[in-house]
């Protein structure tokens, strides 16, 4: 894991100072109200229905056990003792008080946290691969670009006052799970066809919001020194023609495609030749140096020794442990160990909320477990990712202690959610109680298993916090003249096969969201194809049949 | 008496006259005192004229503007004027850098419009060197915060 230098302290530290500077100013009243937005948004502090919401950064979605009790103490000593997980692998806490934000800021820079660039028009938390480095079918590991762009883009004085905001997320493996294909810049890791070297394919303009927009490639195959200044050109270049007459038209994929793919990357491209040689290089040994700090742990050869019989007469013993193993743990590049995702989804609780208690749960049990570390995934959930197969069996009984070992990942009731119209002061309908609907309706585990890997998504506004465009279930709250409707999508991806969902037909009603879901997945149980996913049954059959299944 | 800007981290009193709304180059006499600062499409119809005038020349550019279009002119002015018509319009913090990296512009580049106390140390690690203040901003609180970091990544 990424550790400061005296430099990076330093700046974190100086942005604390700062923070405080301009919130007396605000508070005195010699800062308006007006100049204070830009300036706190910038800190990730919005203004909310019930009081502001500071959005703390996650870079890349990893944390240290002590980074994780820091954020539960927040949560207990500024908030309301819990906190909740962010699509972008951030926690933001929704209960603070203006004048302690200053205090929390320096209690987060203390284990080397901030909420640096979370919110405003600017570059904001670059994302990742929730199991970076562990992944056998990764080619390499990407956080050390990841941190090597948080850095380039932190306070960067020239991409500060975006036309919008500027999402980056990194994969390193094909098989996406960075959600790569709708970013305003998707880097994937990729081996060149002749030279073998390991470089970058970049693609620009993707996004969700209110026009979702599948990434267009700007570059088949980028070598790794130019990542900063290729960056760099793409910057600019929106940042000097992307429109600010209109912020819903502001958004890089609109410049993208305003300009066509081929222009775009010839500014680009044009912009680039006079920066590639200069400053931005990256020299093979920052590369080697920022790598040094993601290294694999010091692996113990389990396999060999009596873990797997003793993981084996474990699951023997307890089918609840064999079930929470099927759906919540997978596949290590280390024989011996496996990855463990903990749902973040217990059916009572909104998606991605997480106690106190929990926090420092787990971070015990990381330490306990997984090396100390643990990853906030995109899905709003999180990732031990180290963990030794013969301790998998004590893990969960800790989880279990915690209420964090409800075994639905991947399931119809992990889904990806946004705080909606409970908190936000964005949104036009809520989704919590909507995620809580859907729980009541689907409260058996076995046919949630029969149903299978089904990713459902739901955002209480156009703004699509929640990635409905590309659940496979997309769920979408609209306003109708003061009350709340739900207009449904099937067939999206956020994937290495992304895709933008189709809409199934008029919204629904508020209480008829989980009973219209119900019949999508009758229809797709009755018409699926032998180890058919819901997706690929409606890759294969269109919306026609579901559509008719839920309107008649 | 000129207003107070901050020019070289320091608070000193304006020596030009913006002048964009003018016709052309040829109202010389008004503020004889002052230099004057012409918009860019002024300085384009105006090249030769101006040119030959003796005393410093200043252009004005919008944010609409390229910047690339002066890059004959810049060893010829003493002065650019880089506009924020709002504080969150960030153009002009590429505009700047152009100027500096691209073009190799030694010379004052001024901040002039919605020019707010906490954006100055963006604007001067952009390449601006002086800042004509919002007329509500404190120029010395402003002074004060010129460098809150003393650390950058860029």
Redesign the interface.
């Known amino acids: 894991m990424y550790q400061y230098s005296p430099e990076d302290q330093c700046l974190v530290n100086e942005r604390v100072a700062q923070f405080r500077d301009q919130t007396e100013r605000f508070l005195a009243g010699t800062l308006s109200e007006d100049e204070f937005r830009p300036l706190r948004l910038m800190n990730g502090l919005y203004i909310q229905r019930h009081a502001p919401m500071l959005r703390v950064a996650v870079p890349y979605g990893l944390l240290s056990s002590e980074q994780m009790r820091m954020l539960a103490h927040i949560s207990r000593k500024y908030d309301r003792r819990y906190g909740h997980l962010t699509t972008r692998q951030n926690m933001q806490f929704n209960w603070l008080a203006l004048k302690d934000v200053p205090d929390v800021l320096a209690d987060l820079a203390t284990v080397e946290m901030h909420s640096i660039q979370t919110s405003g028009n600017c570059i904001r938390n670059t994302s990742s691969d929730q199991l970076a480095g562990v992944a056998k079918d990764e080619l390499e590991d990407p956080r050390p670009y990841c941190e090597m762009i948080r850095q380039w883009s932190t306070l960067h004085p020239e991409f500060s006052f975006l036309p919008r905001k500027f999402k980056i997320a990194v994969s390193g493996s094909e098989n996406d799970r960075a959600a790569t294909q709708v970013h305003d810049i998707g880097i994937q890791l990729v081996e060149h066809a002749k030279t073998k070297q390991v470089g970058f394919k970049i693609l620009v303009g993707g996004g969700l919001g209110r026009t979702p927009v599948i990434g267009k490639v700007i570059r088949d195959y980028l070598p790794k020194k130019y990542l900063l200044s290729y960056l760099e050109a793409i910057l600019r270049i929106y940042n000097l023609a992307g429109r600010r007459d209109n912020k819903y038209k502001a958004r890089i994929k609109i410049l993208v495609n305003s300009l066509g793919i081929e222009e775009f990357t010839r500014l680009v491209e044009e912009e680039w030749l006079h920066l590639r040689e200069g400053s931005l290089m990256i020299e093979d040994a920052s590369i080697n140096e920022m790598q040094k700090y993601f290294q694999p742990f010091d692996y113990a050869k389990y396999r060999d020794e009596s873990s797997a019989s003793s993981l084996a007469e474990k699951l023997e013993a307890s089918p609840a442990f064999a079930i929470w193993y099927r759906q919540n743990t997978q596949e290590h590049k280390i024989p011996g160990y496996r990855v463990v995702t903990i749902s973040v989804k217990a059916p009572e609780e909104a998606p991605g909320d997480m106690t106190d208690a929990q926090m420092d749960g787990v971070a015990q049990l990381a330490d306990d477990y997984s090396f100390s570390r643990m990853r906030v995934t995109h899905e709003q959930n999180l990732v031990l990712a180290d963990v030794p197969e013969h301790k998998l069996h004590a893990l969960w009984k800790g989880l279990l202690s915690f209420d964090l070992a409800t075994p639905n990942v991947g399931t119809l009731t992990d889904m990806i959610c946004c705080p909606g119209l409970d908190f936000c002061s964005l949104a036009n309908a809520s989704s919590i109680p909507i995620a809580r609907q859907i729980n009541d309706q689907f409260d058996d585990l076995d046919y949630l298993y029969d149903i299978g890997e089904i990713k459902v998504k739901m955002s209480g506004c156009m703004n699509a916090c929640g990635h409905h465009h590309v659940g496979h279930i997309g769920i979408l709250g609209v306003d109708k003249k003061g009350e709340e409707w739900y207009q449904i999508t099937i067939g999206g991806s956020a994937e290495e096969d992304a895709a933008l969902g189709k809409i199934i037909g008029p919204s629904v009603a508020k209480e008829n969201v989980a009973e219209t879901i119900a019949t999508l997945l009758t229809t797709y149980v009755d018409l699926r194809e032998e180890q058919e996913t819901f997706l690929q049954s409606v890759r294969r059959l269109g919306v026609a049949p579901f559509k008719e299944a839920v309107y008649g | 008496m000129g207003k107070t800007i901050i020019k070289d981290d320091r608070l000193v009193e304006d020596s030009w006259l913006l002048d964009l709304a003018a016709e052309g180059a040829d109202t010389a006499g008004e503020s004889a005192t002052k230099n004057r600062v012409v918009s860019l499409e002024q300085w384009q119809q105006n090249r030769e004229r101006l040119l030959a005038s003796s005393g410093p020349r200043g252009v004005a550019i919008s944010n609409d503007d390229d910047v690339l279009e002066l890059a004959d002119d810049v060893a010829h002015l003493d002065l650019i004027c880089v506009e924020f018509p709002a504080?969150?319009?960030?153009?002009g913090?590429?505009?700047a850098?152009l100027l500096r990296d691209?073009l190799g512009f030694k010379n004052e580049i001024r901040a002039i419009g919605e020019v707010?106390t906490?954006?100055l140390?963006?604007?001067?690690?952009?390449g601006i060197n002086a800042f004509d203040l919002q007329a509500d901003q404190d120029p010395e609180a402003s002074l004060a915060?010129l460098r809150?970091?003393?650390?950058?990544?860029?």
């Open positions: 504080a969150g319009d960030g153009r913090y590429s505009q850098k691209r707010l906490d954006q140390f963006l604007m001067r690690r952009s915060r809150p970091f003393s650390v950058s990544y860029q």
